[in-house]
């Protein structure tokens, strides 16, 4: 069958039933990605004979004769495609995994097309984006510029992967190139379990052994008998130690009961329904309320103390109850009292890149693993800790990764994949299908949360109690660090004199919960600002009066259920000016407004964070000089569309006065720097960035000090060399009396806070229930703004994701059963579905930043549900108790 591929002819024949889209990346063609294989995201799309098409569903047996192009023939790094262009200079992605879709769907649109994005988009999705700069790439609006000599920091400098990006030459996990493992790849497929909740009593895989290309079967008798938990942090005592690579027990529908290794993908999916297994069916629970009633059946009753599990014979992964003052006399002497008890769902991060792992033997033996994470230091630690070997036995590193948004911040695919190279000895890859994605990776916990709030008659809070239950499903993975981070930020904001939390995580037969943007502070602040904002309408107090008497200004002590004397502080301030400016915004008010049965309204809410996670997270860099004036960065951060390899370029080229092109940076590779906690909680400016600040200044003055060595007088560094007077000494000079280089690590510690006001205008039909958004504004106290466009990127990417979750998105689960493991059936935004919101900035300068910035990648998604929500009930006097609010949801508020 003859065809051609960006211009080169090429004669093969494809597989029966093959796909475009793996028969184009089998033979080489790493531009076209994987986001879903159900022809829904755009990912994969390319051009046949001109004109876009989803090659995941595309025969590939139809292309004989046919010329396809991908976002590699549009154009090369050196040559862009005018779109390819426009992404570029509108700054028109962050990850970069669908952006070689979009590039290839959007350079084939009319004028017409161009003018009704909504229809002409909505074969793409990105998660990332918000769609605000997608729709600048395709105006023609530039909001980047090009790096210089100039210092880099406060300036809109493109990413430096751009052109790859666009390209679709950037590589992600799986864009596995010649070279880069060895020969004898073969390929892992999982058995899941059908139960809930069952025992393994007998497993025979002996039909599945001798299948056709089938390498090795894996089951429980293969499995370490090590207990670990799949979420990473610096300290591993944080999670209970629950998991293992195979479990003899089933916990939750898609578990784990067997993986079969095999020469191709699927060979080893064919060899899976060959293995018999003899299940002992367990009774399941799925309410978390049930389960911690007497007779509920216990998940983890195997475990020990050991396990850090706070009382397993109740399913209680982790419980606090604790507070400050007397909350019932306070209550009972307010003027005015707010009761009522809120519900968030449970919603998939559905990162484009979908989790999954390379594995091999290097030539020493060693292990090594290519994966799709945040975390690839903790992760190379705990490969060690499951499989006893040496950590230096041990390397783990990831590529540029396809969103994460915590979801990485998980060990999901590479204990098994180690395990795999360990018994076999051969290159292994196991990658996570869309609906695995659904249906066995983590998401985000569901929350009930009850409030009760009072204040006096002048609006002062008097008193604040919160109780929280949390669905942690059949592990613990992040449950206590969820839940216990989830009830500081979100009451600690408020200055109130008595306290109290009581809150519980529990294990049920559901899908885990795991990390998740905002880690619990979403949930809980959907309830505490819904039940402020009802109190402030009591007290026929203004909204965002009422915020201005009652929120913590420096000075203050930060007390959730008891009062922080640790490390946390007020780096800066710039509450009050995000109140104002959001204020202000609404108050110009924009957007028509329809006319009856609709009815508008505003609403707002406010969200703290600290600028760093607890408990220790830890940077160590390296800065070296090359000769030819380009600086070499080894750090450990993940790129994962977080913008931090942008900014750690800027840095870095600030404090060296030279442009951002003469920075390189190696990273997220335990092999080649030192240790990283990760790129989680925001942390890749504020920790890593901060430790390549300290090492830069080091290196600087260390390229001074050997300048005035060869010619003393006063020395001033420049992009080629150091001038001294009239004369430059150039860096082949200054390093002819050997290398320079300098370390610089930073500990986390303290940690300052930084805040978000979101504020939104509505309109609400009441006949259906539908609610348009008319003006979305979000405020946020970030510090110096390091790089402006990145920034409002990062705030519009994280209110469309909050948006997904406050409006439509929800797994549905039917006796542990996800119902709707697909994107067609789990609705994230579309580029239709969402505004363009106003992003403001706080002029502030923390003091225990780099440059004076602070972290703002996680904080944006934590208001925007309680504000639609306050804006809806402004409307139309609906107050909405659970999200999503759904039109029909909506509707049957205003029928009662």
């Known amino acids: 069958m003859k065809y051609s591929v960006d211009g080169v002819a090429h004669d093969d024949e494809p597989r029966p039933g093959q796909c475009l889209r793996t028969f184009l990346r089998e033979h080489g063609t790493t531009s076209v990605k994987k986001g879903c294989d159900a022809g829904d995201c755009g990912a994969c799309s390319v051009l046949v004979d001109g004109r876009p098409t989803h090659s995941c569903i595309f025969p590939a047996h139809r292309i004989g004769g046919h010329a396809i192009v991908t976002a590699a023939g549009l154009g090369a790094p050196e040559n862009l495609h005018p779109t390819q262009q426009a992404f570029i200079d509108a700054g028109g992605f962050q990850c970069g995994f669908c952006t070689a879709g979009m590039v290839v769907t959007t350079c084939a649109f009319s004028t017409e097309q161009k003018e009704n994005l909504p229809q002409s988009m909505k074969g793409n999705l990105c998660r990332c984006t918000g769609y605000r700069s997608i729709r600048d790439a395709l105006a023609g609006t530039s909001n980047t510029e090009r790096s210089d000599n100039q210092a880099a ?47 393994i009593c007998g497993i025979n ?33 944080d999670d209970p130690d629950d998991t293992r690579v195979f ?57 020990d103390a050991v396990s850090r ?65 945040q975390v690839p230091f903790l992760v190379r630690d705990e490969l060690a ?26 060990m999901l695919t590479e204990d098994l994949v180690a395990l795999a190279v360990l018994r076999t000895g051969r290159p292994v890859q196991y990658e996570f299908s869309r609906s695995d994605q659904f249906t066995i990776a983590p998401s985000r916990h569901p929350m009930q949360v009850s409030v009760r709030v009072g204040a006096d008659a002048s609006g002062q809070l008097s008193a604040l109690a919160i109780d929280v239950l949390s669905d942690a499903g059949a592990y613990g993975n992040h449950s206590v660090g969820v839940m216990f981070h989830g009830c500081t930020e979100s009451i600690a904001v408020y200055r109130c004199p008595n306290k109290r939390v009581d809150a519980e995580a529990v294990y049920t037969n559901n899908v885990p919960s795991g990390a998740f943007r905002g880690y619990g502070l979403g949930q809980v602040i959907f309830a505490v600002e819904s039940a402020m904002d009802q109190l402030a309408r009591e007290l026929d107090i203004d909204p965002f009066e009422f915020r201005r008497r009652n929120v913590v200004v420096p000075g203050d002590d930060f007390v959730d259920w008891h009062v922080e004397d640790g490390d946390l502080e007020f780096g800066s301030y710039g509450l009050d000016q995000c109140l104002d400016l959001v204020e202000t915004a609404l108050s110009n008010g924009r957007g028509t407004a329809p006319g009856s049965p609709w009815k508008t309204g505003r609403g707002m809410a406010i969200a703290m964070i600290a600028t760093i996670p607890p408990r220790g997270h830890f940077a160590d860099t390296t800065v070296t000089l090359e000769s030819d004036g380009r600086y070499v960065v080894r750090i450990g951060t993940a790129e994962f569309g977080n913008g931090t390899t942008t ?71 420049a992009a080629d060399g150091v001038d001294v007077g009239d004369r430059r000494i150039d860096f082949s000079t200054l390093l002819e009396s050997g290398p320079l280089s300098a370390d610089g690590c930073h500990d986390g510690t303290p940690r300052s806070v930084s805040f978000n006001v979101h504020g939104f205008r509505v309109a609400v039909d009441t006949a259906t229930g539908r609610v348009v958004i008319l003006q979305s504004v979000q405020a946020a106290d970030a510090g110096t703004v390091l790089n402006p466009a990145q920034l409002r990127g990062q705030v519009e990417g994280g209110v469309g994701q909050a948006l997904g979750a406050a409006l439509f998105e929800e797994i549905v689960l039917e006796q542990g059963l996800v119902v709707n493991p697909t994107l067609r059936n789990y609705h994230i935004p579309q580029l239709v579905d969402l505004p363009i919101t106003e992003v403001l900035f706080a002029d502030t300068y923390d003091k225990l930043g780099p440059f004076g910035a602070k972290s703002m990648s996680e904080a944006p998604v934590n208001p925007v549900a309680p504000a639609l929500a306050n804006a809806i009930a402004d409307a139309c006097g609906a107050r909405m108790y659970a999200v999503p609010m759904t039109p029909d949801r909506v509707w049957r508020k205003l029928s009662e």
């Open 153 to 199: 920091q406060g300036r809109s400098i493109a990413a430096p992967a751009s052109a790859r990006i666009v390209t679709g030459n950037e590589p992600f996990t799986m864009d596995l190139r010649a070279g880069d493992i060895p020969a004898g790849l073969v390929h892992a497929a999982v058995l899941g379990s059908p139960h809930p909740h069952a025992y």
């Open 205 to 237: 895989t002996a039909a599945a052994r001798s299948a056709r290309g089938v390498v090795a079967v894996l089951t429980y008798l293969d499995s370490p008998d090590v207990l670990f938990s799949t979420a990473r942090h610096e300290d591993r005592t």
């Open 247 to 303: 479990d003899r027990t089933m916990r939750f529908i898609g578990q784990r009961v067997a993986a079969v290794i095999a020469e191709t993908a699927r060979d080893a999916e064919r060899a899976l329904a060959l293995i018999e297994v003899d299940f002992e069916i367990h009774a399941a629970v799925f309410d978390p309320t049930d389960a911690r009633s007497p007779t509920a059946p216990l998940l983890h009753a195997d475990k």
């Open 309 to 373: 599990i706070a009382d397993a014979q109740r399913n209680v992964v982790a419980a606090l109850h604790e507070g400050v003052g007397d909350i019932e006399e306070a209550l009972a002497g307010s003027a005015a009292v707010v009761e009522g008890t809120w519900k968030t769902a449970r919603v998939q991060h559905v990162a484009m890149e979908t989790h999954g792992s390379v594995g091999w033997l290097d030539a020493d033996g060693r292990l090594v693993i290519r994966s799709s994470t």
């Open 385 to 410: 800790h499951i499989f006893d070997l040496d950590r230096l036995n041990v390397r783990v590193f990831a590529t540029r990764v396809g969103g994460g948004f915590g979801g990485k911040q998980e």
């Open 647 to 717: 900014v750690h370029h800027q840095i870095a080229a600030t404090e060296l006065r030279t442009s951002v092109d003469r920075i390189v940076i190696v990273q997220s590779d335990t092999d080649t720097g030192g240790h990283d906690t990760g790129a989680f909680g925001s942390a890749g400016t504020v920790v890593a960035g901060k430790a390549l600040l300290i090492a830069c200044e080091r290196l600087r003055d260390r390229i001074l000090t050997r300048t005035q060595a060869i010619c003393p007088g006063p020395a001033a560094l």
